[in-house]
């Protein structure tokens, strides 16, 4: 293998160090530039209207010196303002072309000659104005500007970029060097990840972006495969939560079944039995649902529990559970109760829920009616089937009696 000693290959710290030193230097250099010309623009408007308020001043003042010819007022008052500006000369000329009076600053410094250079070069020309009295031009100031502060201003801005140069040279050597030692940091992330993952099944974590092109696109497609990896846990959640709601929910109503009940139930009694807590069952049919199945048929029983459903669940609190146990038989689990007026409170609300019939599809109404039967946890039992056996027998014996009350109002009737 040959090796070229006359053109080494730059190292990575080289390469690095030398970009980062031309960005820095081309972007202090082009924003530096930006801002003087920015900046010396402003300044040839600023001295240009500066230079048009001094003559306006001088004519305000030396008019009645010019009006009766006095050349010494006239010299004394155009010193006496044109001192304090950056006014290289100014004279007052007659409309003859004689001049009544003119002042000249005669401070010399080895700086003169550059700054009448610059003054030319970019400040605006000589400032004219009349002086009119009557409508008549009596007389014409004449101003030139100065480039004292003009020189200070550029020699500033000099030294300001060159602090700015020096400061982006150190600044690049620090990030360059920086970025040799970053260059791990990438590799040291994906390995963290990948571990997690393997190790922890964290399937959110995801690998940073990193500044070289050839680790950010194995980070990027490390990445891809999580999500792809991830994508595929949340569709087995969901087919999971899918399949557990589907084994534990009634397919017509969508309320729990009685595999659901019986584990909250369970629940409850264990919570009853550790922290003697009260709660009651509230067993209920639907009044009359075999009639209406072979009187209207299928579809319209199915309509009535549905609506049956709804009101009933309207009727309880966030934190109570109503399950369809088969047919047109339903269990309420009220946790907790505190009373038992509470659970009557409920059986009255839920009898009241009925008397307004329902609206079939069809456009007819049903009246339907419930039979409820109740068990308190634990005076009317402390297992789940004393419970059940005491409500469903609670509610047998209230549909008994409300047999018996439709039967006396059609004697009376």
Same mark, same amino acid.
């Given at each position: 293998?040959?090796?070229?000693? +006359?053109?080494?290959?730059?190292?990575?710290?080289?390469?690095?160090?030398?970009?980062?030193?031309?960005?820095?230097?081309? +972007?202090?250099?082009? +924003?530096?530039?930006?801002?003087?010309?920015?900046?010396?623009?402003?300044?040839?408007?600023?001295?240009?209207?500066?230079?048009?308020?001094?003559?306006?001043?001088?004519?305000?003042?030396?008019?009645?010196? !010019?009006?009766?010819?006095?050349?010494?007022?006239?010299?004394?008052?155009?010193?006496?303002?044109?001192?304090?500006?950056?006014?290289?000369?100014?004279?007052?000329?007659?409309?003859?072309?004689?001049?009544?009076?003119?002042?000249?600053?005669?401070?010399?410094?080895?700086?003169?000659?550059?700054? %009448? /250079?610059?003054?030319?070069?970019?400040?605006?020309?000589?400032?004219?104005?009349?002086?009119?009295?009557?409508?008549?031009?009596?007389?014409?100031?004449?101003?030139?500007?100065? &480039?004292?502060?003009?020189?200070?201003?550029?020699?500033?801005?000099?030294?300001?970029?060159?602090?700015?140069?020096?400061?982006?040279?150190?600044?690049?050597?620090?990030?360059?060097?920086?970025?040799?030692?970053?260059?791990?940091?990438?590799? =040291?992330?994906?390995?963290?990840?990948?571990?997690?993952?393997?190790?922890?099944?964290?399937?959110?974590?995801?690998?940073?972006?990193?500044?070289?092109?050839?680790?950010? +696109?194995?980070?990027?497609?490390?990445?891809?495969?999580?999500?792809?990896?991830?994508?595929? /846990?949340?569709?087995?959640?969901?087919?999971?939560?899918?399949?557990? @709601?589907?084994?534990?929910?009634?397919?017509?109503?969508?309320?729990?079944?009685?595999?659901?009940?019986?584990?909250?139930?369970? /629940?409850?009694?264990?919570?009853?039995?550790?922290?003697?807590?009260?709660?009651?069952?509230?067993?209920?049919?639907?009044?009359?649902?075999?009639?209406?199945?072979?009187?209207?048929?299928?579809?319209?029983?199915?309509?009535?529990?549905?609506?049956?459903?709804?009101?009933? %669940?309207?009727?309880?609190?966030?934190?109570?559970?109503?399950?369809?146990?088969?047919?047109?038989?339903?269990?309420?689990?009220?946790?907790?109760? @505190? /009373?038992?007026?509470? !659970?009557?409170?409920?059986?009255?609300?839920?009898?009241?829920?009925?008397?307004?019939?329902? !609206?079939?599809?069809?456009?007819? @109404?049903?009246?339907?009616?419930?039979? !409820?039967?109740?068990?308190?946890?634990?005076?009317?039992?402390?297992?789940?089937?004393?419970?059940?056996?005491?409500?469903? &027998?609670?509610?047998?014996?209230?549909?008994?009696?409300?047999?018996?009350?439709?039967?006396?109002? =059609?004697?009376?009737?």
């Amino acid at each position: 293998m040959t090796i070229n000693h +006359a053109n080494p290959r730059l190292t990575l710290r080289q390469s690095l160090g030398r970009t980062h030193m031309m960005i820095s230097l081309t +972007a202090v250099c082009m +924003a530096g530039l930006f801002l003087t010309i920015t900046a010396l623009l402003a300044l040839r408007l600023y001295a240009d209207h500066n230079l048009k308020l001094v003559a306006r001043a001088i004519s305000y003042t030396t008019e009645a010196a !010019v009006v009766f010819d006095d050349k010494d007022a006239a010299k004394d008052a155009l010193e006496t303002i044109t001192s304090r500006e950056d006014i290289a000369s100014a004279s007052i000329l007659l409309p003859d072309g004689q001049v009544l009076a003119s002042w000249r600053r005669d401070i010399t410094t080895p700086w003169t000659s550059l700054e %009448q /250079q610059l003054a030319r070069l970019i400040l605006p020309g000589p400032v004219e104005l009349s002086m009119v009295r009557e409508n008549k031009e009596i007389a014409r100031v004449h101003l030139v500007g100065h &480039g004292q502060y003009l020189l200070r201003f550029l020699l500033q801005t000099l030294m300001a970029t060159l602090v700015c140069l020096l400061l982006s040279i150190l600044g690049a050597l620090y990030v360059a060097r920086r970025m040799q030692r970053s260059i791990t940091a990438p590799l =040291k992330a994906l390995t963290e990840v990948a571990y997690n993952v393997s190790r922890q099944r964290a399937l959110k974590q995801r690998v940073p972006a990193a500044n070289i092109a050839e680790l950010h +696109a194995l980070g990027e497609d490390f990445n891809s495969l999580l999500d792809e990896l991830e994508a595929w /846990q949340a569709h087995q959640k969901r087919e999971n939560a899918s399949l557990l @709601h589907q084994a534990t929910h009634d397919p017509l109503i969508g309320l729990p079944n009685r595999a659901l009940f019986e584990a909250r139930l369970e /629940q409850a009694i264990q919570a009853g039995h550790t922290r003697h807590e009260r709660f009651a069952l509230l067993y209920l049919d639907c009044d009359r649902f075999k009639q209406i199945n072979d009187n209207l048929g299928h579809a319209i029983g199915d309509e009535v529990l549905i609506a049956l459903a709804r009101r009933v %669940q309207h009727q309880l609190r966030p934190m109570d559970l109503v399950c369809r146990l088969g047919g047109d038989e339903f269990v309420i689990l009220l946790s907790p109760v @505190h /009373q038992e007026s509470e !659970v009557r409170e409920v059986m009255m609300r839920i009898q009241q829920a009925m008397t307004t019939p329902v !609206v079939l599809s069809d456009g007819h @109404h049903l009246q339907i009616g419930v039979s !409820v039967g109740s068990a308190l946890y634990p005076e009317q039992g402390g297992t789940a089937e004393a419970l059940l056996q005491f409500a469903d &027998g609670a509610m047998y014996e209230s549909k008994r009696q409300r047999r018996e009350g439709a039967g006396d109002h =059609k004697t009376t009737t």
